[in-house]
């Protein structure tokens, strides 16, 4: 998976909505300071919530994988020290940092491993922000609609179930005060950004060739139905924790 969405870094990277700055600022509550010392991200991208991070810590550690999601991040804030590597291959500073922040990338991580690598990368009584984001639509028919049209092509390919991030960190055992903060923001799509926004999705960027087709042209004719525009349901959630 480090691979697929590197493909796209350039549209990934226009069409993926950012974070608002309540996000940033929910994190820094939570910690109890305006500024962290020192932090790091895991699975940075081209920078969508980095710059969220940025403004919180004085060195920001951000860590992608693929150089081609690197390169849009590296140009954007070339503030930020970027390593292109797996979090996996990081070795953290001795002592720790004070935040390690995670946005969209959990998921990719080893279930079996991703707890214990953050925690130990954390400095004692760090903070861990997860943030995650759904895709959901204003118009509960016409998401009916185009779910059932993708379950179909794709079966099984939807999100996790609400609260998972919560319910994998209190499964580990390892953390502490667990809080978790969401807000929902309404954003209209024009039919080509929508399709734009889709061909980022990594159920789509799994998809054969023939698969790909057949979705653009459903979606295609499902925001014709709509009138050529649809408003998605943005919900931002952040998990917190303390070691």
């Avoid at 608002?20 to 939570?30: Q, R």
């Avoid at 969508?48 to 920001?60: D, G, P, Q, V």
């Avoid at 797996?86 to 998921?107: I, K, S």
Wanted: glycine share 12%.
């Amino acid at each position: 998976m480090t691979e697929v969405f590197g493909e796209v870094a350039d549209l990934y990277d226009d069409v993926r909505p950012g974070y608002p700055d309540e996000v940033g600022e929910a994190i820094a509550a939570y910690a109890g300071v305006e500024a962290v010392g020192t932090a790091v991200e895991i699975g940075a991208g081209t920078g969508k919530a980095t710059r969220i991070f940025a403004h919180l810590a004085e060195h920001l550690t951000a860590i992608e994988p693929d150089a081609r999601m690197a390169g849009p991040l590296k140009a954007k804030l070339p503030q930020v020290e970027v390593v292109t590597a797996r979090f996996e291959d990081w070795a953290p500073p001795a002592g720790g940092v004070d935040l390690v922040g995670c946005a969209m990338a959990w998921h990719w991580m080893d279930p079996e491993t991703r707890n214990r690598r953050a925690f130990e990368a954390l400095r004692p009584g760090g903070t861990l922000a997860i943030i995650g984001r759904r895709y959901g639509h204003g118009d509960p028919e016409q998401g009916a609609r185009i779910d059932e049209f993708l379950s179909g092509i794709n079966p099984g390919s939807g999100d996790h179930d609400e609260g998972w991030v919560v319910d994998d960190l209190e499964r580990s055992g390892m953390w502490t005060d667990l809080r978790e903060w969401n807000r929902h923001d309404l954003v209209p799509y024009g039919k080509q950004r929508f399709l734009a926004l889709h061909r980022t999705c990594s159920p789509y960027r799994q998809a054969s060739p023939e698969k790909r087709q057949r979705i653009m042209a459903g979606l295609g004719e499902l925001l014709d139905d709509f009138g050529g525009e649809i408003v998605q349901d943005l919900y931002t959630f952040v998990v917190l924790a303390k070691r």
